[in-house]
């Protein structure tokens, strides 16, 4: 099965608790985290909401951006989720369709 490398951020509410991670398989890593199947901080902090995410071309891109995002203030990755999601609404809809489309 193909890759495809993505960052995401995970929220417990509007503006509440974030989890930034990286995956090379979004949509399964997104259902384990709303399942409570990913053991550790989103499951003992109720982070199950994806709110931001974006693809790379390679992994390693991808954990360079990762690592980047997670020395941000808060304030900065609150501003990189409103870009893209001002709502902070839910993102795995969007997600579906992706996963879909590449067989994710």
Not at 10 to 37: F, W
């Amino acid at each position: 099965m193909e890759k495809y490398p993505a960052v995401y951020i995970m929220a417990s509410r509007y503006r509440g608790t974030l989890y930034v991670g990286v995956t090379s398989g979004l949509y399964d890593r997104v259902c384990a985290h709303k399942n409570g199947t990913t053991p550790g901080f989103t499951s003992d902090y109720g982070v199950h909401t994806l709110v931001w995410y974006e693809h790379w071309q390679t992994m390693e891109d991808a954990i360079r951006r990762e690592k980047r995002i997670k020395e941000w203030k808060r304030q900065w990755k609150i501003a990189l989720i409103e870009k893209m999601n001002p709502d902070w609404r839910e993102l795995r809809d969007e997600i579906d369709v992706l996963a879909t489309l590449v067989g994710d």
